[in-house]
């Protein structure tokens, strides 16, 4: 699907929910005055939505909740090539963008809107995060939606000090005491086909492209469980995700065990389970920071 494809069929399903009645008139008239909010808002990372759009989102019957999240990202798809033609995103970064809003299209097609569809809490967070890279807050890179603007946390570091200092000390000296902003990296649960050993690398070169495009960013860093150390011992398929960028600089910052580490290193993954629930495997998130100098210096800078 090209571009020209995808405004068509964007266009085809707003015609056919139009014409469906599966949004109430009310809400269709307000739609357009809900995409501008959207797209003009100065909101951070991608969860928030301006005030006008959470309105618009819950003003009706809890039962047509999937009619108006979809009926506002098709309106996003139908305009967002317009918005990277504009933008300072080079060409070589639209594919991404054109293959999201594919796949945002093809799963209102298979999962249609009416007054009878509920909207399954599961799909609220990769939602807002499709929503946020429909709206160019946030980048599409193969592997993880990245956003910009995020930063260290003062208090992790002090926390880290208590816990292990040397460790932390190294991670404050490596990082230059630089503690924002960075480019963030995301996974995102409508992208995990991108997620690979090859997808991963795919996505340090973009991550450098944008580097080179926003040139105040510090770099990239990402909070997550699978960032530990001690899960190569669990599930060695996916000791890369640390690995790799510590051969190449990046830095690492520890947490203590939790809970929600836990249920996350859980999911989707029998033997992770298992070992946690024997006490083999206590799961941590753990922060990797990857300075911008040394990414760039890497083989995916040097190639993007």
Known sequence: MDWTALAEAAAAHREAVTMSGAIEPAALQGLSAVVDAVLSADVPGYRALPTAAQTWLEEGPSAWARTRRWALSGALIAGLHERLRVSNFPPSLWDEWLALARRALERMQRHPAGPDQAWPSEWEDPWRKDLAALCLRAVP??????????????????????????????????????????????????????????????????????????????????????????????????????????????????????????????????????????????????????PRERLLASPWGAAA
Not at 148 to 166: C, D, E, F, I, K
Not at 228 to 254: C, I, N, T, W
């Open 141 to 290: 890179c193969v592997s993880h939606l990245v956003v910009p603007g995020a930063g260290v946390p003062r208090s992790w570091l002090l926390r880290g000090v208590v816990r292990q200092p040397l460790l932390t000390w190294r991670f404050w000296g490596g990082i230059q005491g630089r503690l924002a902003p960075y480019l963030e990296n995301h996974v995102h649960l409508w992208m995990l086909g991108g997620f690979s050993p090859e997808g991963r690398e795919a996505c340090f070169r973009r991550v450098a492209q944008l580097l080179r495009l926003w040139p105040q960013a510090r770099g990239l860093m990402g909070t997550s469980w699978y960032y530990d150390q001690a899960l190569a011992a669990v599930s060695p398929k996916l000791a890369y995700l640390r690995q790799v960028p510590q051969a190449h600089g990046a830095l690492f910052l520890e947490h203590p065990p939790s809970a929600q580490a836990a249920h996350d290193a859980a999911q989707r993954a029998p033997a992770r389970r298992a070992a946690i629930e024997r006490g083999a495997y206590r799961p941590r998130a753990v922060t990797m920071v990857w």
